[in-house]
């Protein structure tokens, strides 16, 4: 039986306008919306008067003129950046011009990533981080502070940060309430998508999720475990299609996906691939050759 996964919708939203998602928190979301990024990207500020801006967004003429005047008047003094989709860093090179603020982030876009746009917003190559941020690393200002999150998976420059004032993790990318995350390799990864699930399951204090797309997670270990048992019915189901015989993974995804609109089929089969890398590597599954999409797969 597929695991039950407590998703989140959220109305339809006001593109520019300023929206207070909790106390000290404020969100303006780009009119960029698609499959890929529901509603469109969430840029959040956080504080009053000296703030930080979660994930500037795409480089949109439109959405950097909102998240600038929602801070007018106000010091932005640090810009947050989960990783480097053109859909959550582009705009921190005019915002922190217009403000003077750094851009903190994990680093550039990862060179092994080989998105083509068909699944995933394409990657922002001229994002280099002010200063560079690992696990554990504190960023802070007058009344608000981070925690640096490494989870990698959705990407290897991803990073999550958690708001310690308010028990929050600003998720990105990494876990979202309205859909699963895609996990495209080869540079994302199943194998650390499941550990940095775990990294958040295992912090009981968190009391919500912001993620850069959709609604708020108010119930956060609920979805992080419902994710990770998900991911764990894939590789069930992997093993399920291979019991007959040899089989591609778009012969997989017609069995898996069978329920889900054909048009997400394509990035179905690159997180599929991502599962299937990683059981080739442990010897549950074998391949004719190497793991690739258009690889033949048996039971290891």
Same mark, same amino acid.
């Given at each position: 039986?597929a695991?039950?996964?407590?998703?989140?919708?959220?109305p339809?939203?006001?593109?520019g306008?300023v929206? #207070?998602?909790? %106390?000290?928190?404020?969100?303006?979301?780009?009119n960029?919306?698609?499959?890929?990024?529901?509603?469109g990207?969430?840029?959040?500020?956080?504080?009053?008067?000296?703030?930080?801006?979660?994930?500037?967004g795409?480089?949109?003429?439109?959405?950097i003129?909102?998240v600038?005047?929602?801070?007018?008047?106000?010091?932005v #003094?640090?810009?947050?950046?989960?990783?480097?989709?053109r859909?959550h860093?582009?705009?921190?090179?005019?915002?922190?011009?217009?403000?003077g603020?750094?851009?903190?982030?994990?680093g550039?876009?990862?060179?092994?990533?080989?998105?083509?746009?068909?699944?995933?917003?394409?990657?922002?190559?001229e994002?280099?981080?002010?200063a560079?941020?690992?696990?554990?690393?504190?960023?802070?200002?007058?009344?608000?502070?981070? #925690?640096?999150?490494?989870t990698?998976?959705? /990407?290897?420059?991803?990073i999550a940060?958690?708001?310690? +004032?308010?028990?929050?993790?600003?998720?990105?990318?990494?876990?979202?309430?309205?859909?699963t995350?895609?996990? %495209?390799? %080869?540079?994302?990864n199943?194998?650390?998508?499941?550990?940095?699930?775990?990294?958040?399951?295992?912090?009981?204090?968190?009391?919500?999720?912001?993620p850069?797309?959709?609604?708020?997670?108010? +119930?956060p270990?609920?979805?992080?475990e419902?994710l990770?048992?998900h991911?764990?019915?894939?590789?069930?189901?992997?093993? +399920?299609?291979?019991?007959?015989?040899?089989?591609? /993974?778009?012969e997989?995804v017609?069995?898996?996906?069978?329920?889900?609109?054909?048009?997400?089929? #394509?990035?179905?089969?690159?997180?599929?691939?991502?599962?299937?890398?990683?059981?080739?590597?442990?010897?549950?599954?074998?391949?004719d050759?190497e793991?690739?999409? +258009?690889?033949?797969?048996?039971r290891?």
């Open positions: 039986m695991v039950s996964i407590p998703f989140a919708t959220e339809d939203v006001e593109y306008a929206v #207070e998602m909790a %106390p000290g928190l404020r969100r303006v979301v780009a960029n919306p698609s499959k890929f990024t529901y509603r990207t969430g840029t959040y500020i956080v504080g009053q008067g000296q703030v930080a801006i979660v994930d500037p795409p480089d949109d003429a439109d959405h003129k909102a600038l005047t929602a801070v007018d008047g106000e010091q #003094e640090a810009l947050l950046i989960t990783h480097t989709h859909d860093s582009p705009a921190s090179q005019a915002v922190g011009e217009a403000t603020a750094p851009a903190y982030g994990f550039p876009h990862p060179a092994a990533d080989d998105d083509d746009g068909k699944s995933e917003e394409r990657g922002d190559l994002f280099a981080p002010s560079s941020v690992i696990h554990g690393d504190v960023v802070e200002g007058p009344g608000w502070s981070f #925690e640096c999150l490494y990698p998976g959705h /990407i290897s420059n991803h940060y958690r708001w310690r +004032e308010a028990a929050g993790v600003f998720t990105g990318d990494h876990i979202m309430g309205w859909s995350t895609i996990i %495209p390799p %080869p540079d994302g199943m194998t650390d998508y499941l550990a940095s699930l775990r990294l958040l399951a295992d912090c009981p204090d968190d009391q919500v999720y912001w850069t797309h959709g609604p708020p997670v108010t +119930e270990h609920a979805l992080v419902a990770y048992a991911r764990l019915d894939r590789e069930r189901q992997i093993m +399920e299609c291979l019991r007959p015989g040899p089989q591609t /993974i778009p997989m017609k069995v898996m996906y069978a329920d889900v609109s054909s048009e997400l089929h #394509e990035p179905a089969a690159r997180s599929v691939l991502a599962h299937l890398i990683a059981m080739v590597a442990d010897g549950r599954v074998g391949t050759a793991a690739t999409g +258009e690889a033949v797969y048996y290891g």
